[in-house]
Every structure is written in C-alpha cells, then in structure tokens.
C-alpha cells in the first residue's frame, strides 16, 4: 500500500487542512518567485559566452538568494527526529477525569502529528547514538492544539529547569573541539552527571538497553512530568501519561548499535518510513496512571519530582485509547522540521503541574522557537496551525500570513461589536486549576525531593541479569571513555549507592577500585548553603521490584514488520523460499532476499528470484534474523562470499535467531557452530532442517537469544 495521504485526507481534518499548501508541480511551467516563466534554468547571463556573469540577472539572483537562506538553526536539542502523521481515538469517554474534548467520544479520530528524536546529536547525526528518544505528539483537536513532549524514558536528569542549559552544555559535543558527535561517553557529560546525585535514576535508564532502541516503533513514551486532568465540575486528577507499543519494546546490542551508525545512519528514520509507506502502521496506546489529589502526599517520592516516577505495581496503567501513524510527511522540512510542539500546548480538561522542571519547560518552548522559525507567526506554519478556529488581536510581526480585516486589534471594543469574543468557561474557554497555594518565595529544593537513589535501585533491581549486564557494560563503555579517573572515581561513588555490585563490576572493567570513603555527594550546592541539607537520602520504597521497569517483560511474541534476512544463490530451492516466506509474512514479518549481485538469483527450478540487496551493499546488523533456504549449489556459492558468513557470525553474535534448512557444511564456516550443544540448537535460537518455519517464527518472537552473551566468543 502506497502512502495512505491523498486518499485520506478527506477523513483527517488536518490532512485537509494542509491540503491547501501542497504543491506538486505537476504539467506546470518553471518559473521564479514572481511567477515569471523561466526559458533557460541553464545558464546564467553573461557579456558573450565567456564573459562575466551579469548583475541584471535577476532569475540567477533569485535562485541563489533562496538557496542561501535555506538553512535555519537547528533545535538546540532533539535536532534529529523524524515524524508522521496519524490519528488517535480513545476507547472510552474519560468524562468523569477530563473534560478535555478528544477525550469524549470513541468515534471521534483526532489528527495527530508525532516526532520522535535523539536529543544530544546534530540534525544529521546517527539514528542508534546511546541516547533518550524523544517522543512529541500534537494533537489537533477541535478545541485547539494538545501537544504531549515526553520522552522514551519516564524520568528526567534534573530536578528543576534552571539546570538544563548545564545538562545540556555537558552533554553535546566539547565545546572546544566539537567532539564526540552524538554521545555522551566524553569527560563533560560524565563530569556533570558525577556532580549531579538527582540524575542517578535517569542514568540508570540512559545505560540501558532503552538508550539504543530496535525501532522508533518499538519504544514506550512517556509524558515524564505529573499533569492534571479537569473534569467539568472542576475536579481535578493528578495523571502520569503513557504510550505502549503494540509491537513491544525492544532494543538492540551495543555492538550492533556502533555498526548500524557506520552502515545505515537514518536506520530508525528509514525504518519509520518504510513500515508506513508498505502499510504496517505503528500503533501505540495511550495509557494513564490516575491518582486522587488526596493522594498526593501518599508515596515516598514526591510526585512532583521529574527524576521519580509512579511505579506500575502501585498505580496501574489505564489504557485509554490507540495512536496509529499512517502517512508520512511530504516534505522534511515544511513538516518535520518545522513543527513546534510546547508543553505548553494545553486544552480545556488537562492541566500543569507544579514541577519544577515543566515550569522552567513551559517558558523555554515558544522562546526556542521565536529564535529556530524566526518570529511569533510560527502557529500559522501549516504544520502548526490548529484546525480549531483561531481569532485574536495578536498582529504584524515577521512573515505574517492572515490579513485581518477591520478597524480593531484590542479588547475590549465596541467598534467590532467586541469581536472576537471571550468564551464562558460553559461554551469551552480555558480556565486554570484554581489550585491554592500560600508560600513564601525561595529559591529552594524541597525535602520530599532528596532521595536520588531508591528508584535507580528499584530500577536496576527490576532487570533481568542480562540487563543488568548490559547496563553494567555501558557504564563501563562510556566511563572507559572518560580521561579523569577522578571523575571515574566519583561515579564509581554514586554507582554504589543505587548498588554495590554494579559498581565493584565496573570499577573492575576500568581497573580502579570503588573509593572507599563516602564522599560529599552533592556538589551543586548554593555557595552559603549547608551542604548537608543537600546530602541526598534514601528512603525505604515500599518496593523492590518493577517488572514493567524491564523491557524483557515487555511484548514478546509478535513478529510483525521483522525483517528476515534470507541469504540466497543461484540454485536456491524454490520450495524451501517460498515456505518460509509465506509462514513468515503470515505472521506479518518482512522478507527480504540477499544475494551475491543486486538483481536477481535463478532458483533450483529456474525461476529468477529478485534480490532485495546484495550481500555487499548490507550488513547483518540491520536484520533481525536469518535464514537459509536449501539448494545445494546455493549454499556451495555461499561458502565462497566471506560476507555471507560474516552474516552468520553476527547475527550470531547478536544473539539474533539463525535458521537453516539444511546443513551440508555451510555452517561449519561459522566460528560458532563447533562449540554448539547439537541436541539443543533450538534453545540458542539456531533451527537446522527443512519444514522448520513454525519453530523459526517463535524464535524470532524471542527476539534475542540473549545466553550466547555469556560465551562471547564470537569475534565478530
Ligand atoms: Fe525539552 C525540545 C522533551 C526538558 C527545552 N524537549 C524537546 C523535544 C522533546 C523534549 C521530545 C523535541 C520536540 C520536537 O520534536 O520538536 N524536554 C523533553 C522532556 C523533558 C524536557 C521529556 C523533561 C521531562 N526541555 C526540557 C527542559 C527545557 C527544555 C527542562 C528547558 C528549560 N526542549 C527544550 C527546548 C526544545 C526542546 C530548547 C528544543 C527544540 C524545541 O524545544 O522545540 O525548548
């Protein structure tokens, strides 16, 4: 299926809405700006034929004025992102929470525009950088723009916004050198966060699996901050929101993550793209833990605080409605790059917390982007206009694109009959929470915000052994790239207060030892405070374990939009393709052929099969698992392209399920096939024999074979 767009449009009011904007060119004449028609696109105007460009040339001026203002900053963070368009429907009225509109009516779909992005590299920098996703949804409803920036982790580096220039300067490239693109294994960043107890949590995620997902459509998303839900009696819910998967979170290796940036940097981008354009929509549901204001107090965290977040054993998910993304943009730029989202963006039924961290949000927003777009018309972008009604006094300014007819710009008037109006909060105007509040001003943290270390170890101690392993080996990774050991030393300080074995593991990766003495943990304290009134704590959290924290938990089973890769050669047996095919893409995986050129292989039978890519214009890494088909003098051919091999030995070595239909000493090329327990291959995810595609397709919804990990022999 092609991209759903035109076709739909007439059923999404914002499709329609940009409707309007779109321009094709099609059977149309060239021409400049002005609408002059171009005769020579060519050449430019010269004195004779080699003789000096003319100034005159206005349709040369033109063209290279508009080129050299293509460029405008980039966001300052999450500048790679990708998005698509789609829709979200609740399951059922949320009437007695919110009286937010969206919300109502199952039958009504409200238009969304969804980008998801990596946030400390550049615009072009890899898709699998170790990083937090983004994860930004603007809703169009009919009572204005919703917009809901999270992230794929539910808690936050930083207590209080004032810190994340800090955060942020720490983390992007040195500002000296401009080095390392789009990571934060680098001195400043680990400098920072040593000096930061409150972001132990948050680094506990980022070194997780989670940092490097499998696929933007496979990552949960999270609203982070507590907000408010309104009912239209004025009673309010405190609500933590959450976006699941329906294909499962899921991530892939370090190891592979290193290779996909070096083989397909637009990997998550690209993967975006093609599920949409053949058809497989991703989908999310939207999910919310609701808590009575009465509760507020109840916990041992504090809910106001970015760093913690509302463990699912203690308030359920309440799953409230689905998110399909079915289009993709039609143009980068118009689209992707300039849509603006605002946590700020709110609509009658939810409203803002007192978090410190949304509250410094909630400036930092339009300001960012009266700067990235250039002026404060940028809600008439097409991409950013509501597809509710819009009227007000706001005038002029740069690039406006409304005439706004009449006499008056101001309220009250009479002279417009006090148009535009003000709405009663009956007929939908917005009014805030009116929550109390009677304190003094200070520049302060609050008790309830001290304890930086319970959940990074509810987090770590919710893992599987094999997460934990693999969070222990990223801190290792990235602390092995830091050039201080005393910086070394202080996170080995921190690592062991969320808990000790993680630290005495790393500490002997790096070769130094955990420092014995505790020392001052915070040091971002203010010059004339006590540090001791800053001292992190540890309370006692009523619990020990999450499962919902561990992403092996999560969504196993479905295999769904897998790419599987089949490697095949001349004499490749059209039975052993075509079974495995169609078991394969029945349960909604995707074949792709692997061939020594990129045209074609001629099967046992002699049919042409067509090869989707060419062993050297892949790599493994961008698999999710492998079969081979039987064909004796196929698998002869194999044996003599190294990177057919090659794909065997990772693919091995990223754990990934390996099927083959018949061994006739193809595998025993491998580095891995001498060391297997042969009566138990199924167990390690290797399939050997004909008529297998039942036992392959439950081991791709394994998604890893994650024991190999402990033979690491593979020196792929
Ligand atoms: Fe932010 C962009 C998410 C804290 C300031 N942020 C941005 C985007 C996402 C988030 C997903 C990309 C939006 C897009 O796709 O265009 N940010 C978060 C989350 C946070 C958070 C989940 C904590 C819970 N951010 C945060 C703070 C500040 C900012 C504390 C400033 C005080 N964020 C920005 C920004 C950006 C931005 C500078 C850059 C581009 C943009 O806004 O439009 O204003």
């Given amino acids: 299926m092609k991209n759903e767009g035109s076709k739909k449009a007439s059923e999404n009011e914002k499709l329609k809405d940009l409707e309007r904007n779109r321009e094709i060119s099609k059977d149309q004449f060239l021409t400049t700006n002005q609408g002059v028609k171009i005769n020579d696109d060519q050449n430019s105007l010269k004195a004779g034929d080699r003789g000096a460009s003319l100034l005159e040339d206005f ?44 919300l109502q009516d199952p039958s009504k779909k409200t238009p969304v525009f969804t980008r998801f992005s990596t946030v400390a590299g550049f615009r072009g920098s890899t898709d699998l950088a170790r990083d937090v996703r983004g994860f930004s949804v603007k809703f169009y409803t009919e009572e204005g723009n919703y917009d809901l920036v999270g992230n794929n982790i539910p808690v936050f580096f930083i207590q209080d916004a004032i810190k994340f220039p ?129 509760d507020e107090h109840k916990y041992d965290f504090d809910i106001l605080d970015a760093t913690k977040l509302v463990p699912e054993e203690l308030v359920p998910v309440k799953k409230i409605g689905k998110m399909v993304l079915n289009r993709n943009p039609d143009n980068f730029f118009a689209e992707t790059e300039q849509v603006a989202f605002h946590p700020g963006h709110i609509v009658p039924g939810i409203d803002f917390s007192n978090d410190p961290l949304l509250q410094g949000r909630l400036f930092s927003y339009t300001d960012t982007q009266l700067k990235r777009l250039g002026g404060p018309n940028f809600h008439e972008i097409p991409i950013n206009r509501p597809i509710a009604p819009m009227h007000n006094n706001q005038r002029d300014g740069h690039m406006r694109q409304e005439i706004n007819k009449g006499q008056t710009s101001y309220q009250p008037n009479s002279l417009r009959g006090g ?168 349960e909604g995986a995707m074949v792709n052929i692997v061939g020594p050129n990129s045209t074609e292989v001629k099967t046992a039978g002699g049919k042409s099969l067509k090869v989707d890519a060419a062993f ?56 891995f096939w001498k060391d297997l327990d042969k009566k138990n291959l199924e167990e390690d995810g290797v399939i050997v024999g004909e008529g297998k595609s039942s036992e392959f397709v439950k081991a791709i919804g394994k998604h890893r074979f994650w024991k190999r990990e402990e033979k690491d022999s593979i020196p792929a």
């Fill in 419 to 586: 148009c535009p109006f003000q709405a009663k909060i009956a007929e939908g105007g917005f009014d805030s929470y009116p929550e109390k509040i009677d304190a003094k001003k200070v520049r302060e943290r609050s008790e309830s915000f001290k304890d930086h270390f319970s959940q990074a170890t509810l987090f770590y101690n919710s893992q599987t052994e094999v997460e934990q392993q693999h969070i222990i080996n990223a801190f290792s990774f990235e602390l092995g790239k830091v050039g201080e050991t005393e910086v070394q030393e202080r996170m080995l300080g921190l690592l062991n207060e969320v808990n000790k074995d993680l630290a005495k593991e790393v500490a002997s990766n790096l070769g130094i030892k955990v420092p014995k003495k505790k020392e001052q943990l915070n040091h971002g304290v203010p010059a004339d405070y006590d540090p001791e009134r800053y001292e992190p704590t540890k309370s006692n959290p009523s619990i020990e374990k999450d499962p919902a924290l561990s992403m092996m938990h999560n969504g196993f089973g479905n295999i769904a939009t897998r790419q599987v890769a089949f490697l095949c050669a001349d004499g490749v047996d059209d039975n052993s393709v075509n079974d495995m095919k169609k078991a394969l893409e029945k």
């Fill in 59 to 102: 349709i040369l001026r033109e063209k290279i004025t508009h080129f050299d203002h293509e460029r405008i900053p980039e966001r300052i963070v999450h500048a790679r992102g990708s998005a698509a368009h789609g829709y979200f429907q609740v399951y059922e009225s949320m009437e007695k929470y919110t009286k937010a509109g969206f």
């Fill in 166 to 294: 800090d955060l942020i300067h720490a983390v992007k490239p040195e500002p000296h050198n401009e080095i390392p693109q789009a990571a934060s294994a680098h001195d400043t960043f680990w400098d920072f966060i040593s000096l930061m107890p409150e972001s132990a949590h948050m680094i506990m995620w980022a070194m997780s699996d989670r940092a490097i997902p499998r696929s933007l459509r496979m990552m949960e998303g999270f609203g982070v901050h507590t907000f408010r839900f309104v009912n239209k009696d004025g009673k309010g819910t405190f609500v933590k929101f959450h976006w699941k998967p329906l294909l499962g979170t899921h991530g892939v290796t370090w190891d592979e993550a290193q290779k996909i940036s070096g083989n397909d940097s637009d990997f998550h981008r690209r993967d975006l793209w093609d599920a949409i354009e053949s058809g497989q929509f991703p989908e999310w549901e939207l999910g919310v833990q609701l808590i009575p204001e009465e």
């Fill in 616 to 671: 050297r214009t892949t790599a493994s890494v961008v698999f999710d698992a492998f079969y081979v088909p039987s064909g004796e003098k196929a698998h002869k051919a194999l044996k003599k392209i190294p990177k057919a091999i090659h794909f065997l030995n990772e693919g091995y070595k990223h754990c990934k399920p390996i099927a083959v239909a018949q061994e006739n000493g193809l595998l025993e090329e491998t580095y």
